[in-house]
């Protein structure tokens, strides 16, 4: 190798950092995620979270099982529908999520707790 009389660069130990951490669609999901868990430390152990679109008025809320993300930003909301227990799936890009947290009556014996299952499963 040719020697351009250029001082050589120290080669220093950088930490590692997980990518997920830069991504910020994953951090908005977390955050989401937070905010449903704080959400329901209100709820008393007749009630679960239930979500609803902002915007839509007419629809009715529905029971949260899940909530999952996707590479490339989408957040898909898995659940039962209030009305006819009808499974559905929400899907949405991080940046467009625009819901409404509502207390529900519970529909299993113990309450869903979303916000705080999710974040533990988290590495």
């Given at each position: 190798?040719?020697?351009?009389?250029?001082?050589?660069?120290?080669?220093?130990?950088?930490?590692?950092?997980?990518?997920?951490?830069?991504?910020?669609?994953?951090?908005?999901?977390?955050?989401?995620?937070?905010?449903?868990?704080?959400?329901?430390?209100?709820?008393?152990?007749?009630?679960?979270?239930?979500?609803?679109?902002?915007?839509?008025?007419?629809?009715?809320?529905?029971?949260?099982?899940?909530?999952?993300?996707?590479?490339?930003?989408?957040?898909?909301?898995?659940?039962?529908?209030?009305?006819?227990?009808?499974?559905?799936?929400?899907?949405?890009?991080?940046?467009?999520?625009?819901?409404?947290?509502?207390?529900?009556?519970?529909?299993h014996d113990e309450p869903k707790r979303?916000?705080?299952?999710?974040?533990?499963?988290?590495?």
């Open positions: 190798m040719r020697d351009f009389g250029l001082p050589l660069i120290p080669q220093i130990g950088l930490p590692e950092i997980d990518p997920m951490d830069l991504n910020i669609y994953h951090s908005a999901y977390t955050a989401l995620l937070e905010r449903m868990a704080e959400f329901e430390t209100t709820l008393d152990a007749t009630r679960e979270v239930g979500v609803r679109l902002v915007g839509t008025p007419a629809e009715p809320p529905f029971h949260v099982d899940r909530v999952k993300f996707l590479d490339g930003g989408l957040i898909v909301f898995i659940g039962t529908s209030t009305e006819e227990s009808a499974p559905v799936e929400l899907i949405q890009h991080i940046s467009q999520v625009s819901i409404v947290l509502k207390a529900l009556p519970k529909i979303i916000g705080f299952t999710v974040l533990k499963e988290q590495p």
